[in-house]
């Protein structure tokens, strides 16, 4: 693979000469190390999953390394913090993905990948590098960064008469979780208190211009998402669970990673990072034992953890038409990404969204679901498992969202003689309502098709990218974030998508 490296992927590095000679000062007088040069080696840490300081080592024993990179042993290094200020030139002039980039256009100058080709598209969780906080912890590390913070350029004569209060309290300290509920619960609307008494102090004439830190202003944003202000007393009070957003910070150290979970009961995953969609070429021919099967990455986008599939769907088509890539004519998901507004948007594109529809019956439910009913929307008609027609059709439309739905009502008439009644209704009801959006026959049509055999052999087409993710994780540390907020995520996972 150094061989490889040597002859196809550094010429093609080479060719980002320019766009990285922007990233330097060009009137400075001083000689900056070659950025290809450090293009190749942060593309060959990141193939071999390995931090700073053992690349630079690599670099200077390695023959493999040194042949892939055109130099010879012996030749001067440099030292690993230039690695990481040769990150952060890329970050500051937007070319996070620029060696995932010029790696997809060589491919696709080599005909090995197409503009418009099928695609097969997943996410995965990556965990950021901060640790889940209680909203106690996250409230009183907030307020101890902004203290910190403000300590340094705010003169003694100038602080309140409170402060050393609050410095004793939140940064000379630390709370004692071993201390009772009720004291834990004291001490965070006491904290409530603080965080509003130290803003309410910044924004009064006197330490306005001190308002404007990084900390400061990210300590209103966790007062604003943990507490609220009790009208007429004007003292916060933390928010309950269901007045949480999911957005709110959940780490002061890395404002960017956002709560998710995924599934429920024993199969629930739960984690604080990011989330990142793999988008994936996909061609059917028949291959060979041992044959490669010609499938490339053509996408990798990193996005906040809270975003569903349906965001990160969109947002990976926006990434790929910027890279000059079409949308794909044949794309397979799994059922996170469909919905009955993509599968229209799908058709009306011409394209075709292969996966399976989410199930309408609830675990828990026993009864006949919807997906037991033969429905006609258009025609407000739906036949149940008896094969009883409804007595009545309303459309419902949502004030708030514009969304439209109908409801089928059966009369108790029928519904009270029925032999299915038991299978049907609960005990305390009459007869039997059901409601569906205004397109359901579009994804009732989904839900039938794929229970037949065609389909199911299409959907194998799926299955592969997990395999394409296990190695992501697995051989270059896709799963957690080296660094710190969403920009390095997205940096981290451009190089390790480049290196698969």
């Known amino acids: ?39 190749g080696v942060s593309l060959l840490q990141y193939l071999e999953a390995i931090p700073d300081r053992q690349a630079v ?28 200020n040769f990150r952060q030139r890329l970050l500051d002039h937007d070319l996070s993905s620029l060696g995932f980039e010029a790696l997809l256009e060589a491919l696709i100058a080599a005909g090995l990948v197409a503009r418009q080709s099928r695609q097969r598209l997943d996410s995965t969780q990556m965990f950021g590098r901060v640790s889940r906080m209680s909203r106690l912890d996250c409230v009183r590390e907030s307020l101890r960064l902004a203290l910190q913070e403000l300590a340094q350029p705010l003169p003694p004569e100038v602080r309140p008469e409170w402060w050393p209060r609050l410095w ?17 619960a004291r001490k965070m609307i006491e904290a409530g208190t603080d965080a509003q008494q130290l803003l309410g102090w910044l924004a009064t004439p006197a330490a306005q211009a001190f308002a404007g830190g990084t900390q400061a202003q990210l300590l209103a944003r966790v007062l604003g998402e943990q507490f609220e202000v009790v009208a007429g007393t004007g003292a916060t009070q933390p928010k309950t669970k269901e007045q949480l957003s999911s957005a709110r910070v959940q ?40 044959e490669p099967t010609g499938n490339f990455i053509s996408g990798i986008l990193t996005h906040a953890a809270r975003e569903s599939d349906e965001e990160g769907a969109l947002k990976m088509e926006q990434e790929q038409q910027a890279m000059g890539l079409d949308k794909p ?10 919905s009955t507004q993509e599968l229209m948007k799908a058709a009306a594109e011409g394209r075709e969204l292969i996966g399976p529809a989410p199930g309408a019956a609830a675990k828990d439910d026993p009864r006949f679901c919807t997906d037991h009913f033969n429905i006609q929307v258009e025609q407000r008609q739906a036949i149940c498992p008896a094969g009883q027609e409804n007595s009545q059709c309303s459309r419902l439309e949502e004030q708030a969202t ?67 993710q296990s190695e992501l994780v697995r051989a270059h540390g896709l799963r957690r974030a080296r660094y710190r907020g969403l920009p390095k995520a997205k940096l981290q996972n451009y190089f390790i998508g480049a290196a698969c």
């Not at 002859?7 to 000689?31: E, F, H, M, T």
Request: net charge positive; glycine share 6%; with cysteine.
């Open 251 to 290: 780490n002061p150290h890395d404002p960017d990673a956002t709560y998710a979970a995924k599934g429920t009961g024993d199969q629930k995953k739960e984690h604080v990072g990011y989330k990142v969609q793999v988008a994936e070429t996909v061609t059917e021919a028949v291959l060979a034992p041992g």
């Open 402 to 468: 514009g969304r439209v739905s109908y409801r089928f009502e059966w009369s108790s008439s029928v519904c009270g003689n029925c032999p299915l009644r038991q299978q049907c209704l609960k005990a305390d009801q009459k007869h039997r309502t059901l409601a569906v959006g205004e397109h359901h026959t579009i994804l009732q049509g989904r839900r039938r098709e794929q229970k037949t055999e065609p389909f199911k052999q299409r959907m194998k087409h799926r299955n592969a990218i997990e395999g394409t």
């Open 329 to 338: 004519p044949v794309q397979y998901v799994d059922a996170a990404y469909i």
């Open 1 to 39: 693979r150094y061989r490889l490296f040597a002859l196809k992927i550094y010429p093609v590095l080479a060719q980002a000469r320019s766009q990285l000679q922007g990233c330097y000062c060009a009137d400075n007088g001083r000689v900056a190390l070659e950025p290809v040069l450090l293009l």
């Open 57 to 84: 080592e690599w670099l200077r024993y390695h023959a493999g390394w040194n042949f892939a990179l055109n130099r010879q042993l012996g030749d001067e290094v440099f030292h690993p913090t230039t690695l990481v």
């Open 168 to 184: 004793e309290r939140y940064v000379d300290s630390q709370a004692d979780y071993r201390a009772s509920l009720e004291t834990l």
